[in-house]
């Protein structure tokens, strides 16, 4: 597993980590038994970075991670979670006081006196402009809750806003194959910065496993039926944004890209899967800190962890990448988002 420096924590990261939004299960049922062998899995393919929320079922996916980890003191795992998606999205809402109420119940979950890395969690964009908002993160490093902050965005100027305050340590953000929008300046930005980046949805929702058909359906109680159209929070954190049938056929000619990479051989296709290389292709990017692809079994998260073996990529398979996005996305995705 390759590893990189997480921005301004300082701290070593894998490439591929792991998020945790499904340990909530908020995806459908998953039994804390299952959500152990996850985060086994992970740490055996060597994952060393979690990223959960305070609100991934309430608290349960950190719940699940602070026991994990109590009983494996040893274990040199970052672990990043999100705040303020619990109480009503005012800005008002953003405050010294309640961040401290959210950290603490953070901390008592994930059993630890202080928070490796908090995030606010895509909160209301007039937030990412509010120097109180930072000065109260700042206090909270001062006063030991926390070793580090960053924000969850859903836009790439909410993201231009916090790499530009001193303090921000991470942007986490969604970026795959059909979300191209954060290359153009939130990566260059990061870079110059010393901000790290944290890459999620990385496979669209599923999208860019290829295993999905357009008749393909999902379970009640997943967000990628609730939330198709966005009834329930930002549509972009659902497939990415993209129409659904548009999706399928689009992983489709990616999917051929994995074929024929590299150029002239069969080593990749042969041994890496088509979710594998477009979690690769993010984590090859520059600028990247880790990728977190979610996971609801053992056989997931061992074949996500393997992502970070895949060789560096060509430039045509880039190019094929920008190709696909350009014809069948940009139009829709890249002015919304």
Not at 105 to 113: A, H
């Amino acid at each position: 597993m390759q590893t990189r420096i997480l921005g301004r924590t300082g701290r070593t990261v894998s490439v591929i980590g792991l998020g945790t939004w499904q340990l909530g299960a908020d995806w459908g049922d998953v039994s804390e038994a299952d959500a152990r062998g996850v985060l086994d899995a992970a740490v055996e393919g060597g994952v060393t970075f979690f990223d959960t929320a305070d609100v991934y079922g309430d608290g349960r996916s950190e719940s699940i991670i602070g026991g994990y980890l109590a009983e494996r003191p040893d274990l040199e795992i970052t672990v990043a979670t999100k705040m303020g998606r619990r109480e009503e999205q005012d800005p008002a809402n953003f405050t010294l006081a309640k961040f401290r109420e959210w950290t603490d119940r953070s901390r008592r979950n994930l059993r630890t006196d202080m928070l490796d890395l908090v995030q606010l969690h895509c909160p209301p964009t007039p937030v990412f402009s509010s120097g109180a908002v930072y000065d109260a993160l700042d206090m909270l490093v001062e006063e030991g809750a926390i070793a580090n902050y960053g924000v969850s965005v859903e836009t790439v100027d909410e993201a231009l806003a916090a790499i530009a305050r001193p303090g921000t340590a991470t942007v986490q953000i969604i970026l795959n194959a059909f979300r191209l929008k954060p290359l153009d300046a939130v990566l260059p930005a990061a870079r110059d910065a010393g901000v790290g980046i944290i890459a999620r949805v990385p496979l669209a929702s599923g999208l860019l496993s290829g295993r999905y058909t357009a008749q393909t359906t999902f379970a009640a109680d997943d967000h990628r039926t609730f939330n198709r159209h966005g009834e329930s929070f930002d549509v972009g954190e659902t497939f990415s944004g993209v129409d659904f049938e548009e999706g399928v056929a689009a992983a489709q000619e990616f999917a051929a890209l994995v074929a024929a990479e590299p150029e002239g051989s069969d080593v990749v296709a042969a041994h890496f899967s088509t979710a594998q290389l477009a979690l690769a292709w993010v984590s090859q990017l520059d600028g990247v800190s880790s990728v977190i692809p979610g996971a609801r079994n053992v056989e997931q998260a061992r074949s996500n962890s393997r992502a970070g073996d895949v060789p560096q990529l060509s430039e045509g398979f880039t190019a094929g990448v920008r190709d696909i996005y350009d014809r069948r996305f940009r139009a829709a995705v890249h002015p919304r988002w």
